[in-house]
């Protein structure tokens, strides 16, 4: 099978080609050696399938960042039969930079000239033709998010593949070009493979290349020297400059622009930014727009008409058809709700006919049991909440693609600085919202250690979408079972808790154990422009994908582990509903019930309290877990419960009644849940990420922040007088930090001077 690998700037369109290009047989795994993604897919419309390679996007191939090095890495040892290199028409000269390294390699290439429908829309136009003369390269103007020209595209990478290149630089007639031509010829001496692009690194003074080639470096360091009169030039600088003045006078001219560019005139995104991104207004208008998400996602009063008018709120609530139920509550649905209530509908009937088609097969009670209430209890608690999932999942996917979650980088930087990172560890912590795992990986982009640690470490506090069951269920259970609050404003801050977790530990680790410089933060903002469709559509059955196959997989599996648990006892008989406090997992959940205690879910509740403790070991498995252990646990413990109706809020409403917990002691559970230990897909990454020796004092951070929030949580809630107590002893270890940090640069200065 061919490979073709797709190389381009960031916010070129690269990944958007990739998805038009491979469409559903994309997935994702790991670079060699390197955990970092790596998105292949297959493009089958030719006359044979065709590996497609998603590179990082860089803006060189000098090894600066570990994207750079990955693609250098990729294009260099694994030789991709084709080389697509995709290029933003609408900012023709910064986009070739890389076009003209990626010339001197030994490769087919394509150049795959993006965004040409913005250009047509400006009265813009590129003269191909000339383009392609002046470049020696196939041309094809596409619109990666339109899908324009894709066939054209990969026809002329075909015929690129049929013939032998070799590669040409635009440097042999630079300050330099004779000294890249003499370190060519003494690379093809020692037969390395892409002679020219090794000698042109040689000349800069490459990293990577001087420690391959040692004695080529050398000998061209001292040739440079002799004929510059024995002057030290900046290579790398003159290469830069000669490669940007190349471009300027061969082949900028190719694009001629329907008016003269006024600089004075703001762009629409200019104007936009001016708006979204202003400095006092900016993170403000961001909450707003992170709520109205969350409101459309979660709330059972959209718009709050059902509060503003009193009639209209209680003919929503009064009893009505099934159809009403689905729309309406205390108001107008939300439309995550109305679709939550629809597949709820749907769970619920199927676990009814279940039931009912076993009692007819004369099925016994342990069956029976282990069927409706086992397995389809704990995976129909989990599935109805996959709906809003995939709404919030859809409104995130719709920032980024439109190019406003750059802007919140951009903003927050100025933020996060104060908390020791930069803005660039906020795209791997927004990520985190989608889940751990590749968030985590997206670290790598991270240069210093310490803040990827960092970042690490706070991205699970960033609830991902198997924590929002947990989230869903209990918000909704108290504005059921206590008639207090509004699900979605609990729902929403509880993400914003969080979140402040999340930078007051970075505050904290960044002040202590983890003191260091903050890394510089450079980022190229695209224009913003609508999402394709077919691409949110893709990542929403991606998402969608993931979900189901976890619960039809792991959740299944706990589900009936937990099952027999509860209905067995030790001595191996089957013990059923009535006798389950006598049951394995009930003796087991009292050994443990009391270490949570503090936490508001431990010993303070009845003889069942033990299920919270449970459901609370059985997230560190997957997340999804707490929701399937509640659904198998509440059909043992009150199979006739008359409280809320649907799947998740019910559990939570039998376990309530049930255990007698309070409401600040279900916030802490929540709590807990979103900031202990993740699920051990998350732990895996981690460990992966940061060796073994900060992967033990990683799992210990997350149960001492989880623990300690927790129990501020419950405390409080519980006893208001006792806040006073926990800011005492937070200003305390704050001076102390502060003292401690005063001494170590008194220290740190004291050694400099003396040095």
């Not at 390699?105 to 383009?131: C, E, S």
């Not at 509440?634 to 376990?655: R, S």
Request: aromatic share 10%; proline share 4%; with cysteine.
């Amino acid at each position: 099978m061919l490979t073709f690998a797709l190389a381009g700037n960031p916010n070129s369109g690269k990944t958007t080609l990739f998805n038009a290009l491979t469409g559903s047989t994309a997935h994702v795994g790991n670079w060699p050696g390197v955990t970092v993604d790596k998105r292949e897919g297959t493009y089958k419309k030719g006359g044979e399938p065709i590996n497609i390679v998603d590179l990082p996007g860089i803006y060189s191939l000098s090894p600066y960042t570990p994207e750079e090095v990955i693609a250098r890495n990729f294009v260099l040892n694994e030789r991709p039969d084709c080389i697509i290199n995709i290029v933003d028409a609408t900012n023709l000269e910064r986009n070739l930079y890389l076009t003209t390294q990626l010339m001197e390699l030994d490769v087919p290439i394509v150049v795959a000239l993006n965004m040409t429908d913005v250009l047509d829309k400006n009265g813009d136009r590129i003269d191909v033709r000339a383009l392609e003369k002046r470049i020696g390269l196939p041309v094809v103007e596409i619109s990666a998010l339109k899908g324009m020209n894709m066939d054209l595209l990969m026809t002329r990478a075909l015929d690129a593949v049929a013939k032998t290149r070799k590669g040409e630089t635009v440097l042999k007639d630079s300050l330099l070009g004779s000294a890249i031509a003499n370190a060519e010829i003494a690379l093809k001496l020692k037969e390395v493979e892409a002679p020219l692009f090794h000698a042109v690194k040689l000349v800069e003074k490459d990293e990577i290349e001087v420690k391959t080639h040692p004695a080529e470096a050398k000998a061209v360091e001292a040739f440079i020297q002799e004929n510059a009169g024995g002057k030290t030039l900046d290579t790398e600088a003159e290469i830069a400059d000669a490669r940007y003045k190349y471009i300027t006078a061969h082949f900028s001219s190719t694009l001629t622009r329907a008016r003269k560019p006024d600089y004075n005139e703001l762009s629409k995104s200019n104007k936009a930014d001016k708006v979204l991104t202003h400095k006092w207004a900016g993170i403000p208008i961001f909450l707003v727009i992170m709520f109205a998400i969350f409101h459309l996602t979660f709330s059972e009063d959209l718009l709050f008409l059902g509060s503003i008018i009193p009639s209209f709120g209680e003919w929503c609530g009064a009893e009505g058809s099934v159809a009403k139920g689905i729309f309406f509550a205390g108001g107008l649905n939300s439309p995550g709700v109305i679709l939550f209530n629809a597949l709820d509908l749907l769970t619920g009937q199927i676990g009814e006919w279940l039931g009912a088609g076993l009692e007819a097969l004369g099925a016994n009670e342990a069956i029976i049991g282990l069927v409706c209430d086992g397995i389809w209890g704990g995976v129909s608690g989990v599935l109805s909440f996959l709906p809003q999932i995939l709404v919030l999942f859809l409104f995130f996917s719709i920032l980024e693609d439109s190019g406003y979650m750059a802007r919140v980088a951009f903003m927050l930087d100025r933020i996060f600085r104060r908390f020791g990172v930069s803005g660039r560890a906020f795209m791997p912590m927004i990520m985190g919202f989608g889940c751990s795992v590749p968030a985590m990986i997206n670290t790598r982009t991270l240069a210093d250690e310490k803040e990827r640690t960092a970042t690490v470490r706070v991205i699970p506090f960033f609830s991902c979408g198997a924590k929002m069951p947990i989230l869903l269920a209990i918000a909704g259970g108290i504005v059921e079972h206590f008639g207090i609050g509004n699900a979605d404003i609990i729902t929403y801050s509880m993400y914003v808790l969080g979140i402040v977790v999340a930078l007051l530990s970075l505050l904290a680790m960044r002040n202590t154990t983890m003191r260091g410089e903050t890394s510089p933060f450079i980022m190229e903002l695209p224009l913003y422009h609508m999402p394709g469709f077919k691409n949110l559509m893709l990542h929403l059955w991606d998402k969608a994908k993931h979900f189901i196959q976890k619960a039809f997989t792991i959740i299944v599996a706990s589900c009936i582990v937990i099952w027999f648990l509860s209905n067995f006892g030790w001595d191996w008989r089957y013990v059923g509903e009535e006798g389950m406090d006598t049951s394995i997992l009930a003796s087991i959940g009292k050994l443990i019930q009391p270490i949570f205690t503090p936490l508001g879910f431990g010993s303070n509740l009845n003889s069942n309290g033990w299920v919270f403790a449970v459901a609370a070991i059985t997230g560190l498995i997957a997340k999804e877990d707490v929701i399937a252990t509640f659904g198998v646990l509440a059909g043992c413990i009150a199979a006739n419960f008359a409280g809320a109706t649907e799947e998740g809020i019910y559990e939570v409403g039998v376990l309530i009644s049930e255990t007698g917990i309070t409401v600040p002691a279900l916030i802490s559970f929540i709590a807990f849940n979103m900031l202990t230990i993740p699920c051990f897909a998350a732990v895996a990454a981690a460990k992966g990420e940061l060796g073994h020796g900060k992967f033990k004092w990683t799992l210990l951070f997350w149960l001492v922040t989880s623990y300690l929030v927790s129990s501020m949580v419950y405390t409080i809630g519980e006893w208001w007088w006792t806040a006073p107590i926990w800011a005492a002893v937070i200003a305390v270890a704050v001076v102390i930090i502060v003292l401690n940090n005063k001494r170590l640069d008194k220290k740190a200065a004291l050694a400099k001077k003396l040095k």
